[in-house]
């Protein structure tokens, strides 16, 4: 790989990181300012999961159009929708960090919910007693951010094979 290769890699795909964690920020205040949770919220998560398949498509088939190659390899591809998608979900767990930092009420909210959970989950059992004693030591909005980051790159190392898949470019063979 050429050092302008590489860096049109990085920058390209950086670039529209960027945009695509702005995405998720933009839509997690959304629903912040309209009074739901940011965290352990499913429709938020179905529409950052939403965000993440289009953007890594299109950031990604940017990057693979730029590089006007008439090979692009799967393994290109995943590369390049990993790396945007953990860029994504840094600049979404740091926006995270603040929210919970600067919101208590958030981190709260947040507690409650699992404790409710685990009550549910784990009911007449001294067990839940130790885990929410236990998670309400532990719980920062550090954690919590570090969390969703976690989530964000996992959920979209899972639908990145597919994206790549859909994004490849074999080599055309000639006829001689």
């Known amino acids: 790989m050429t050092p302008q290769k590489k860096n049109s890699f990085f920058t390209q795909n950086s670039l529209f990181g960027l945009f695509v964690g702005l995405s998720f920020i933009a839509v997690a205040y959304a629903y912040y300012k309209g009074g739901r949770?940011?965290?352990l919220n499913p429709q938020l998560n179905n529409v950052i999961l939403l965000l993440s398949i289009a953007g890594s498509f299109i950031g990604v088939r940017k990057y693979r159009d730029e590089l006007s190659a008439t090979?692009?390899?799967?393994?290109?591809?995943?590369?390049?929708c990993i790396y945007l998608l953990s860029v994504a979900s840094v600049v979404y767990g740091i926006f995270v960090y603040f929210l919970y930092r600067h919101h208590p009420e958030l981190l709260e909210n947040y507690l409650l919910s699992v404790e409710t959970t685990f009550r549910e989950v784990y009911a007449g059992s001294a067990l839940a007693d130790?885990?929410?004693?236990?998670?309400?030591a532990f719980t920062t909005p550090t954690t919590i951010a570090m969390a969703e980051i976690f989530n964000k790159i996992l959920s979209g190392i899972l639908f990145s094979f597919f994206v790549a898949g859909l994004l490849r470019k074999n080599k055309k063979h000639e006829l001689i």
């Open 37 to 39: 949770g940011v965290s």
């Open 71 to 80: 090979h692009f390899s799967y393994g290109q591809a995943l590369g390049a």
């Open 130 to 136: 130790n885990m929410i004693s236990m998670l309400k």
